[in-house]
């Protein structure tokens, strides 16, 4: 098929590229010239685990290309996704700016009927919105659908590969039976298409990020209730995951969840109820839960450096709002390092792969390790953010040799308490007292 894919961000690019590898004929277009100049050299402007040999290859066999010219691909696409950014307006609701002028760029420019899907994360309504601006341009026939991206960072590949589902609103024969062909290689193991209407499709998508960001919130506040009482989350969290009704996955305690998405759609599910006068009181809830839950670590650090991190050196592992990406939106790490400069510290930082995007936002603020080890010499403790692999398994001997003052404040529990202890640091993680002592901490 001839697809068009609007958008070459995190989900344009990942999309473009794999409908490329099941043999369609994808251009990828996108308003910002250097990205695509640098993609066309097959430079790729996002870390992304497996995306870079699928972007070469394709590009190589001519399936996939990049163009700053969406009106000429428009004219001959079967498929047009409009995968473009949705970020939040001063209200928190969904900005729908860079979708409606790509629908009209669409518009002016079909030339056989084509199917035109939301792939951006898009309130209810939108695709209706997208309708009427195509059909004030459009002179031949056109179906607009919502297919919601369910793909998460880190593993975006794999996960557009081997969707779980498939979710497409659909009102026509015709855009029924494009989008079954167009999906069928990711689907072959059984997992389902769900066909639905536009409007539950369109909701679909914020009731799944905000109940996975409801289950982290819940388990945040469960940790540090944890704390107080004397529990292990841990053990918690493996106890109720273990239910099959409940399931083991997304009840990880954390430094508070970021990224481009949760945050993000939260706020605009938020906005959607109160348009609506229906008050969504469990997911304000966790919208509350998490702004606190990211300055956890502060606290922990503040408490552990005798109520003061003036004129202290921070060491801190992790940048990335989660392993796997250099993605820094909404990255915990970056509440935790402004948090810290504003109180007086020197933060120190390393990152596998996002410093550089790091840069762009921190500057000369804060200085970049080259490598772990360096991070933690001569600093006051070391705070982990971000859950990397190669933070799992550190040379603690080496590690507490470094530090000035061995506290290390671990928010994301990759390390077993007693073992710490017994390492000689001192020890601060989330939600697991420590030998009966209540973690440094304050809840407000
Ligand atoms: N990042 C994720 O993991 C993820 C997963 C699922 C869904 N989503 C949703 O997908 C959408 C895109 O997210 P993203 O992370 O890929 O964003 P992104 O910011 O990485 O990419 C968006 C791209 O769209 C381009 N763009 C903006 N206006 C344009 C126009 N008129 N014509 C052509 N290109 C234009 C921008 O230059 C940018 O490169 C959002 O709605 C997001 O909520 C994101
Ligand atoms: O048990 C957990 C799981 C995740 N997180 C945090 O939650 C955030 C989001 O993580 P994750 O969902 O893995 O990454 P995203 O790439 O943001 O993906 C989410 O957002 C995407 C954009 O909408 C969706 O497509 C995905 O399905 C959805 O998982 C990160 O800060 C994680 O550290 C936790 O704190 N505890």
């Known amino acids: 098929m001839q697809i068009l894919v609007i958008g070459t961000g995190y989900v344009g690019l990942v999309v473009g590229a794999c409908l490329a590898e099941t043999g ?113 341009h459009a002179r031949v026939p056109f179906h607009v659908c919502s297919n919601p991206e369910f793909l998460k960072e880190g593993a975006a590949v794999e996960d557009f590969m081997r969707p779980d589902r498939v979710v497409l609103g659909v009102e026509t024969d015709f855009a029924r039976s494009v989008l079954a062909e167009l999906y069928a290689p990711f689907v072959r193991t059984g997992k389902p298409i769900l066909f639905m209407d536009i409007a539950s499709a369109e909701l679909t998508k914020y009731a799944a990020n905000a109940m996975l960001a409801t289950r982290i919130s819940f388990m945040n506040e469960l940790a540090l209730l944890c704390e107080r009482v004397g529990a292990d989350v841990d053990n918690v969290r493996r106890g109720v995951g273990s239910d099959a009704r409940i399931g083991s996955s997304f009840l990880f305690p954390g430094p508070g969840y970021g990224g481009s998405c949760f945050p993000k759609d939260v706020k605009a599910l938020l906005a959607t109820a109160g348009d609506n006068d229906v008050p969504l009181r469990v997911v304000a809830a966790v919208h509350q839960a998490n702004e606190r839950q990211k300055h956890v670590m502060y606290d922990r650090l503040v408490a552990a450096l005798d109520g003061d991190v003036k004129g202290t050196r921070v060491a801190v592992w992790g940048l990335a709002f989660k392993p796997q990406t250099d993605d820094m939106r909404e990255s915990p790490a970056l509440t935790l390092i402004e948090a810290l400069l504003a109180a007086g510290a020197d933060v120190v930082a390393h990152d596998p792969v996002a410093m550089t995007h790091a840069q762009k936002v921190l500057g000369d603020r804060i200085t970049y390790a080259a490598t772990s080890y360096d991070a933690v010499e001569g600093a006051d403790a070391l705070a982990v953010v971000t859950d990397w692999n190669e ?26 308490p007693r073992k710490m202890e017994a390492l000689g640091f001192e020890y601060h993680s989330i939600g697991r007292p420590l030998g009966g002592r209540p973690a440094a901490q304050t809840v407000a």
Do not use: M, W
């Not at 004219?75 to 700016?97: H, I, K, M, Y």
């Not at 590690?399 to 077993?416: E, F, K, S, T």
């Open 24 to 136: 369609n004929d994808v251009v990828c277009a996108d308003i910002d010239a250097q990205k695509i100049a640098d993609l066309q050299n097959n430079i790729l402007p996002i870390y992304e685990p497996g995306l870079e040999e699928l972007v070469r290859r394709n590009q190589e066999q001519g399936r996939l290309r990049f163009s700053t010219d969406s009106a000429t691909a428009a004219a001959t696409a079967e498929v047009v996704f409009l995968a473009v950014g949705t970020p939040p307006g001063e209200d928190g609701s969904a900005d729908l700016r860079h979708v409606l002028a790509a629908a009209e760029t669409v518009g002016k420019n079909l030339r056989r009927e084509t199917v035109v899907i939301t792939k951006s994360t898009v309130p209810v309504g939108t695709a209706k919105k997208v309708s009427d601006c195509l059909a004030r």
């Open 391 to 416: 933070y799992r398994h550190p040379d603690f001997e080496r590690v507490r040799g470094a530090l000035a003052r061995p506290i290390v404040v671990d928010g994301r529990n990759l390390y077993q």
